[in-house]
C-alpha cells in the first residue's frame, strides 16, 4: 500500500532512469577511475547529495576531497555512515537475464531508527529472496521519473518485517532534490519498516519527486551499481509489475572504502554557478574531476509541515491536567494549525477519557482528564499549514498513548508511604542499603551482595509503573553486575537481573529514569572499573534490555559512568557517558532511545588518563542546556564538580556520527530476570 499523495502528483511509493555516472575509459596510470559526476543545477534553499562513483579497482581505501571555487556554494563529504549492497538478479530491456549489485549510503545521522532497521534485517537475512514489486512511472507514463520499490515479504507491497512500525524521521535539509534517494514505503505515517524504494536518477531539478517532501523518511542514497539500477529500472513491466521477478539474493552491510557522497549546501537565495572539483586517491595518485552546478529559484518546493521530533507518551492522574509542547517545522515559514483527533484510523473524530484546547501561538495542547477516568487511551497529534484545506492528506500526525492514573493517596499516619532517601553503604563495609523516612528516621536497613564490601550504588525511581518509587541498588567496584529493585516500603527485593558476563567483577554505575518517554522509569547501568564502556538501558517493568551499546573503545578497561537528561530544551532524553582510568576526559551524549552519538567534548587535558565521572545538572532557564558536572574519577559523593556547558561543543541538531554499535536492541531476557 502506499501512502495518498498531494493531488497534484501521481501516486507515490507506498507499502501496500536514465543515469547520471558514466564510466570514464581506462586510464593508462595506475590511478582511481570515477564515473562522470554531473548535477547541472542546484535549488538555493536546500542541499543536494551527489554520488562520487569509482568505477576502477582500488589498490587500497580511497581518500576523497572536494572543494569548490564559489563561497556560496559549501561542498563537504559525508562521514561516518555504513553501507549495504543489495545483490540483484532479473532481465534487462531486451529480456537478457543479468546479476549485479546496487549500494547505497545510509544516512544514519538523518534517520538512526531506521538505517538500524535496515541493518537489523540486512543482517538477519530478511531480504534475502524478496523481490523488488513495483517498477513504476511517478509520471503518468512519460518514461520521466521511475522509482523502483522493494522489500515485500509478500512480494505485492503488503506487509512487512515481524517488528513493530518505527516513526517517520524527517529534516528540513534532506528533501527529495537529489537523484538515487532511498526512502521507505509507508502507508501512512509512522507506518515504516521494511519496504522501501529507489528515486530516478540523472532527472533534472524540475523533475525530481519533490512531492514526496516529508511523507517519506529517506534513508540513504545509491553510490555504486548504477548500470545494475539501470537494468532494473528499464525492465519489461505490465503496468506497474516487472514481467521476470527482480529479485534480491543477498544483502550485506559493510563500511564503504571507495564510493563517497559529496553534499552541496547553497547560500540561502543565492543564483548563480559554482565548479566543484572532486579528487579521489587510492594511493597510487589522485584523480581530479571537476564539474558546473548552477544554484536556482527551487522550481517545485513541495512540502509540508511535520512534527520534528516525536511527542512522547503521556501519563497523568485523573486530577491532574497537563500541558504537551508540539514541536512543529515548516520550512515554507508558513502558518501551522495542530489539531487533535481520536486514535482510530484516518485523522478524524473527538478522543474520549479527556477534554483539551490549543494554544496555537505556543503550540501547547492543555489535557484534563475527564473526572473520574481512569485507563489508556490513545490520540492523534497532526500538524499543516495553516492555508492548507483540513484534510488528512495535508496533516503529518502521530498516534500518541495517554496514561491516566487514579490519585495517589498518602497516609499521614505511616511514614513508610511518604517521601524517603535511599543510601548505599561505603567502600569497606558490608554491603547494604538504608532508606529513610521524610522526617530521618530508619524506615529499613537491608543487606546485600552476600557480604560484599566494594560499596552500594543507589539509585531511586518508579521502574515498575506502580506510582511508587522503587529502590535500584548495584555493587561498587569489584562486585558482580547485578542490579537489585527493592520495594521502598518493606525493602523487600522485587526483582533481580544479571548484566554482562557472570565472571564480570568491576561492579556498575546506576541511574534511573524515564530515558524513553514510556511513562516510567528505566533503569541505566554501566561497568565499573575493569570493565569496557558498555552502557546497558533495562525495562524492568516488561523484563526487557532496551540499549546494549559501547559508548567508547571496546577495548578500554577503566568502566564507564552514565546520567540520564533531557541535555537539550526539546530534544528529548539523552545518556551521558564518561570513562574510567586509562581514557581520555570525553564526555559523550547519546540519544537515548536509539544510542545514536549527539556528540563528545573533552572535560579537561586530553592528554590526561586518570579517568572522570560526569552528572547532568538542572536547567538553568527554560531553553538553556543543562550543564555537565565533571568530577575526578572515585571522588567521594557529594564532590562539587566542574561544570561544563554541552551546547559550547555540542549541536543537537548537527548530530555526529554513531561510533557506538547497539547489539541488542529490543532482544527479551526475561530468562534473566528473578
Do not use: C, W
Amino acid at each position: 500500500m502506499f501512502r495518498r499523495l498531494l493531488p497534484t502528483r501521481p501516486a507515490a511509493p507506498a507499502r501496500r532512469s536514465r543515469l547520471g555516472l558514466e564510466s570514464l575509459e581506462a586510464r593508462e596510470v595506475p590511478a582511481v577511475a570515477l564515473g562522470t559526476i554531473s548535477q547541472p543545477q542546484i535549488p538555493n534553499d536546500v542541499p543536494v547529495f551527489v554520488p562520487v562513483n569509482v568505477t576502477s579497482v582500488p589498490a587500497g581505501a580511497v581518500t576523497t576531497t572536494v572543494t569548490t571555487d564559489n563561497a556560496n556554494v559549501t561542498a563537504t563529504l559525508l562521514t561516518g555512515g555504513r553501507s549495504v549492497r543489495f545483490d540483484v538478479s532479473g532481465v534487462d530491456a531486451t529480456g537478457a537475464p543479468f546479476s549485479g549489485s546496487v549500494t547505497i549510503r545510509l544516512f544514519e545521522d538523518v534517520a538512526p531508527l531506521l538505517t538500524q532497521r535496515v541493518i537489523d534485517l540486512v543482517t538477519s537475512g530478511f531480504y534475502n529472496g524478496k523481490i523488488f514489486h513495483r517498477v513504476d512511472d511517478l509520471f503518468s507514463g512519460n518514461q520521466e521519473n521511475i522509482i523502483i520499490q522493494g522489500g515485500s515479504p509478500n512480494g505485492d507491497g503488503s506487509g512487512g518485517s515481524p517488528l513493530a512500525d518505527l516513526p517517520d524521521e524527517y529534516r528540513a535539509d534532506v528533501r527529495f532534490v537529489s537523484g538515487g534517494l532511498v526512502a521507505a514505503a509507508n502507508a501512512t505515517d509512522d507506518n515504516n519498516d521494511s519496504q522501501f524504494f529507489f528515486t530516478d536518477v540523472g532527472r533534472p531539478l524540475s523533475d525530481q519527486t519533490q512531492f514526496l517532501n516529508f511523507n517519506h523518511t529517506i534513508f540513504g542514497i545509491v553510490t555504486d551499481g548504477f548500470d545494475t539500477l539501470l537494468k532494473m529500472r528499464n525492465t519489461p513491466r505490465s503496468g506497474s509489475t516487472p514481467n521476470t521477478q527482480l529479485k534480491i539474493n543477498s544483502a550485506v552491510v559493510f563500511t564503504d572504502t571507495k564510493n563517497a557522497v559529496v553534499k552541496l549546501t547553497p547560500t540561502a537565495g543565492f543564483l548563480g554557478t559554482a565548479n566543484v572539483t572532486v579528487t579521489a586517491n587510492d594511493g597510487t595518485g589522485p584523480t581530479t574531476q571537476t564539474f558546473a552546478v548552477q544554484s536556482v529559484a527551487n522550481p517545485t518546493p513541495n512540502t509540508k509541515a511535520f512534527i520534528t521530533t516525536p511527542i512522547p507518551d503521556q501519563t497523568t492522574t485523573n486530577n491532574t491536567p497537563l500541558t504537551i509542547t508540539v514541536p512543529v517545522t515548516n520550512v515554507s515559514g508558513a502558518a501551522t494549525t495542530i489539531a487533535v483527533r481520536a486514535g482510530g484510523s484516518g485523522f478524524a473524530g473527538v478522543p474520549t477519557g479527556f477534554t483539551f484546547s490549543i494554544n496555537q501561538a505556543t503550540r501547547q495542547i492543555t489535557i484534563t482528564p475527564t473526572a473520574g477516568f481512569t485507563g489508556t487511551v490513545t490520540f492523534k497529534v497532526g500538524v499543516r499549514q495553516t492555508d492548507q484545506t483540513d484534510t488528512e492528506n495535508n496533516y503529518d500526525t502521530q498516534l500518541v498513548t495517554l496514561t491516566i492514573k487514579a490519585a495517589s493517596t498518602t497516609d499521614p499516619t505511616d511514614p513508610t508511604t511518604g517521601p524517603f532517601t535511599a543510601t548505599g553503604s561505603a567502600a569497606g563495609t558490608p554491603a547494604a542499603v538504608t532508606v529513610r523516612n521524610a522526617d530521618g528516621s530508619v524506615r529499613f536497613t537491608v543487606s546485600l551482595f552476600d557480604g560484599f564490601t566494594g560499596g552500594v550504588k543507589v539509585a531511586t525511581g518508579d521502574v515498575n509503573d506502580d506510582g511508587v518509587e522503587d529502590v535500584v541498588v548495584v555493587p561498587g567496584f569489584g562486585g558482580a553486575g547485578v542490579v537489585n529493585v527493592l520495594d521502598s516500603k518493606t525493602g523487600q527485593i522485587t526483582r533481580t537481573v544479571s548484566v554482562f558476563e557472570s565472571s564480570f567483577r568491576g561492579g556498575l554505575y546506576v541511574q534511573v529514569g524515564d530515558a524513553q518517554n514510556l511513562g516510567y522509569d528505566q533503569v541505566l547501568v554501566g561497568a565499573g572499573n575493569s570493565g569496557g564502556p558498555r552502557v546497558t538501558l533495562l525495562d524492568m517493568k516488561v523484563s526487557r534490555q532496551l540499549l546494549n551499546f559501547f559508548a567508547g573503545d571496546s577495548k578500554l578497561r577503566g568502566g564507564v559512568d552514565v546520567d540520564l537528561g533531557d541535555v537539550f530544551a526539546g530534544k528529548g532524553q539523552m545518556i551521558v557517558t564518561s570513562f574510567g582510568p586509562g581514557a581520555a576526559p570525553t564526555v559523550a551524549l547519546f540519544n537515548a532511545t536509539t544510542a545514536a552519538a549527539v556528540g563528545s567534548f573533552f572535560a579537561g587535558d586530553s592528554t590526561d588518563r586518570s579517568g572522570i565521572e560526569v552528572r547532568v545538572g538542572d536547567r538553568a532557564t527554560s531553553t538553556a542546556a543543562r550543564p555537565v558536572f565533571v568530577t575526578p574519577f572515585g571522588a567521594p559523593d557529594g564532590t562539587a564538580g566542574q561544570s561544563y556547558d554541552p551546547a559550547k561543543f555540542v549541536d543537537p541538531d548537527r548530530p555526529a556520527n554513531s561510533s557506538s554499535s547497539s547489539d541488542s536492541n529490543g532482544i527479551d531476557i526475561n530468562s534473566l530476570f528473578n
